[in-house]
């Protein structure tokens, strides 16, 4: 079993990325299990999602403690919040970041400017950037869903264009 | 069709197979879900039920009620406080034998205001005539509501059916979901007792003590005619969609010398725990309890029982510990956990089989 | 208003008290409504009137339900027989309590939503099933078993918080103007959406007058201008008969009041307050009948 947590902040479409990262995994044939964990919930407080990935059925329904991959949506969240807390030793992060954080040297980083995508495809609602299809790209570069699944869930989603776009963008600029 | 759904999402999915000609709700956090998909449905077409937001759960069972007594399928929604509020009501809907179909969400009871995890509300209503189902799976949340319906309205019930799934845990929760086209597995409903203005009668009239106790042990009758119901409902649906449902689900029990019992969520992830034990020698077993009404008969005998409680009734003990206690005189290892959502993984529940104690309460958390 | 036996739908074995108001209400609200209605019934003297299992008083089908939920019960029964294309009448048929108090939350949420349905609140001015104690609308200084010393507060306004729903049809009516009523019943009933008829019901033993006088006390309540009987369409207020000449020449309230023990003990000041009310009421009426508000 894989174990995904991902830290964001309300509002930025975390739980939806949770979803699409299910999702993606299913098309790819796998059994998959996204949960939001809801504190106190409001625009802007951090907020995390739990997934988890395998190929046979998913009984656990409690927290992910020891994840193998963390998602950071917000980086800024990373002053907040320990989001490193229980990665597993070989475990990796994932930041949308257009370099890496002081605070997550040391650990095994993959970065892409999420944010910055999200400006430059105009995938942005509301005033705030889409950050949750873009790092279905990302992923999917990084192994966790076949390319095809990932775009795959991300259409079966949104129906604008721009979400796939951004998706592919990521994919290609991830470092 | 195949596809990824929340315990809400799935239930709604459910009825609007189940196509019901009346709706009426009232939202309660985590049960939202539920009926703002069902209005989406309505709002799109694709679900012609007419819904009724109502302005309290107290009117979402009333206004069910009426309709019902028309003849139709009816459906609500609700949690914790709503079906507390709505509890007159729920009483009502069995004593007036309708087959109305109703997800609970079940959530903890304030105060302090707690959103999470929880069965005492439910538990609280299982006096009350209603059929109930403990769900674990978002694939189990969707079947249950199907069969729900046909349980209900068959000639041999004619009592309410209500289904739970754990508030966030569950309802929240994506898993994959084969969305099956229900077709004629929920056949139309014939309520024979429905208002004719052809033939008027009274309902619900005024009845004297030396009759009304007749009608109570009508319910009784028309309870125990529901096990065979159930056991033809589940065997049918079964046949028809190659997914098998009965009054528990066992896992590893065959050989087991423990077993561990508990409803929702929580004994799902119990097989988990099972299969740790089991790599240590423990010949441990998991039974999902999922009817609480009928309540099952249960074949516990030479095994050591740990039966988790979400849920607690004040003075006297956790609800499925003393009820399979004064069912079947097993004695047992009654953990209290998950209260109001408490983190209860796989590890604790394989701690709660190592340190078992026969016969004793143990509350995670407080007790050592 | 006699008819054949087919027409009457509360028959002769009710269990009512001798002179009750509500169940010669019903007596001509459902010849006005006919044998295509469901009429829904919470805990009131209704529900008791009905008689006891297994036999009923009434030819109509009746669902009694319980106290809070009439408003609701009937918005799921209008839904689902709208869902199956029947034109079926449903009359929610409460008392006074079950409207204003315990049943206002239900009431005003089935008004809000529109729901094809008759309200009727037939007012004894207190809770007479459970014995006589007040409900909101027991008017001020009136005894009852919670307030033997008399009501200080006033009788609450249900006729303007029904106005404010805005509704196709609203009435007043009185058990003393069967015409008047069966007239008002029959249009409301040709109306689609929410209609609502509030109707005085002089009840002896909870006002303490002979039950032959109830006619009496029921006219003298319109008289005296205690009752106001006249219809709402939507914003536009048409004032009734008896209640055009009550502005005109009304009938000393003192009539009124010593006709029923009820009122035996109130004081001077409450009689000041009452009269002051019943000039404000009419005088609104008059003014929103004349179009001025």
């Known amino acids: 079993m894989y174990e995904i947590r991902l830290h964001s902040r309300g509002g930025q479409g975390g739980v939806t990325a949770a979803k699409l990262m299910a999702l993606a995994s299913f098309r790819d044939g796998k059994y998959a299990t996204a949960a939001p964990f809801y504190g106190a919930e409001r625009r802007g407080a951090p907020i995390v999602s739990f997934i988890r990935i395998d190929d046979k059925p998913i009984k656990i329904y409690s927290q992910i403690h020891n994840p193998d991959l963390i998602v950071v949506l917000d980086p800024s969240i990373i002053d907040l919040v320990n989001v490193f807390e229980g990665l597993k030793p070989d475990g990796k992060v994932l930041i949308n970041a257009p370099e890496i954080p002081e605070k997550a040297r040391g650990y095994q980083v993959r970065y892409v400017d999420l944010t910055g995508i999200a400006l430059r495809t105009n995938l942005v609602v509301a005033g705030s950037p889409i950050l949750n299809t873009p790092v279905i790209g990302a992923l999917a570069k990084m192994g966790l869903f076949s390319r095809e699944s990932a775009a795959a869930a991300i259409r079966e989603t949104f129906s604008d264009e721009r979400n796939l776009k951004a998706a592919l963008m990521a994919y290609e600029e991830l470092v | 069709m195949l596809t990824i759904s929340t315990g809400n999402n799935a239930v709604a999915a459910a009825v609007r197979q189940a196509n019901p000609a009346v709706v009426a709700a009232y939202p309660i956090t985590p049960q939202t879900e539920i009926v703002e998909q069902i209005a989406n449905y309505v709002t799109n077409g694709s679900l012609k039920s007419k819904y009724i937001p109502v302005e309290s759960e107290h009117s979402a069972m009333a206004a069910c009620i009426g309709a019902s007594i028309t003849g139709v399928r009816t459906f609500t929604a609700t949690s914790s406080h709503g079906l507390l509020y709505m509890h007159e009501m729920v009483n009502w809907a069995a004593g007036a034998r309708l087959p109305i179909v109703m997800a609970n969400v079940n959530r903890a009871l304030g105060p302090g205001w707690n959103v999470w995890a929880e069965h005492t509300d439910a538990l609280q209503a299982r006096d009350t005539g209603w059929l109930q189902v403990y769900v674990s799976t978002v694939q189990e949340a969707y079947d249950a509501t199907l069969m729900a319906f046909r349980i209900a309205e068959d000639r041999r019930v004619y009592l309410p059916v209500m289904i739970n799934l754990d508030g966030f845990a569950l309802s929240h929760i994506s898993q994959q979901l084969e969305e099956s086209q229900a077709g004629d597995f929920i056949p139309p409903l014939v309520l024979d007792h429905a208002i004719s203005t052809d033939a008027p009668a009274g309902y619900g009239c005024m009845t004297s003590s030396a009759d009304y106790f007749r009608i109570r042990y009508d319910i009784e009758r028309s309870m125990r005619d529901s096990v065979q119901v159930i056991q033809e409902t589940e065997a049918a649906f079964a046949e028809r969609f190659g997914r098998k449902y009965s009054w528990t689900e066992d896992y590893r029990c065959e050989d087991a010398e423990v077993l561990i019992l508990a409803m929702g969520t929580l004994g799902k992830e119990a097989e988990v725990a099972v299969d740790i034990l089991r790599s240590e020698g423990i010949k441990a077993g998991s039974m999902r309890v999922r009817w609480i009404r009928p309540f099952p008969q249960l074949d516990l005998k030479g095994r050591e029982l740990v039966v988790i409680d979400r849920n607690y009734s004040f003075g006297f003990g956790g609800i499925l510990a003393t009820s399979i206690r004064a069912k079947t005189g097993e004695e047992c290892y009654n953990v209290i956990a998950g209260l109001g959502g408490q983190e209860v993984t796989y590890d604790d529940i394989a701690g709660f089989v190592r340190n078992r104690r026969i016969g004793e309460e143990f509350w995670f958390g407080v007790d050592a | ?293």
């Not at chain 3, 007058?209 to 207020?237: F, H, N, P």
Request: hydrophobic share 40%; charged share 20%.
């Open chain 3, 1 to 293: 208003m006699s008819g054949t036996f087919a027409s009457e739908y509360i028959m002769k074995c009710t269990s009512a008290c001798a002179g009750c108001s509500s169940s010669l209400i019903l007596r001509h609200v459902l010849k006005a409504a006919g044998p295509d209605t469901v009429l829904v019934v919470p805990a009131c003297c209704t529900s008791v009137l009905q008689g006891v299992w297994p036999h009923t008083a009434f030819n109509i089908p009746v669902y009694n339900v319980a106290f809070a939920a009439a408003a609701a019960v009937a918005s799921g029964m209008a839904a689902a027989f709208e869902s199956m294309g029947k034109k079926t009448n449903v009359i929610a048929y409460a008392g006074d309590g079950g409207t204003v108090d315990i049943g206002i939350q239900a009431l005003s949420g089935a008004l809000e939503r529109e729901t094809n349905f008759l309200y009727i609140c037939y007012d004894n001015e207190a809770y007479g099933n459970t014995g006589m104690q007040r409900s909101g609308s027991t008017p001020l200084g009136a005894r009852t078993t919670t307030t033997p010393g008399g009501k200080t507060h006033v009788k609450k306004d249900l006729d303007r918080i029904i106005a404010a729903h805005h509704l196709p049809y609203m009435a007043t009516a009185c058990s003393a103007y069967p015409q008047d009523l069966v007239k008002k019943v029959q249009k409301a009933l040709s109306i689609k959406g929410p209609k609502f008829m509030h109707i005085l019901a002089p009840c002896p033993p909870g006002w303490r007058y002979d039950a032959s006088q109830t006619i009496e006390v029921g006219k003298m309540a319109v008289k005296t201008g205690m009752w106001a009987l006249y219809e709402r369409e939507y914003d536009t207020l048409t004032l009734s008969g008896p209640t055009k000449a009550a502005m005109i020449k009304p009938a000393p309230l003192e009539e009124y009041l010593k006709m029923q023990g009820r009122f035996s003990s109130l004081k001077e000041e409450h009689i000041k307050a009452i009269r002051g009310d019943i000039e404000r009421n009419l005088r609104h009426l008059k003014a929103e009948a004349e179009g001025l508000c």
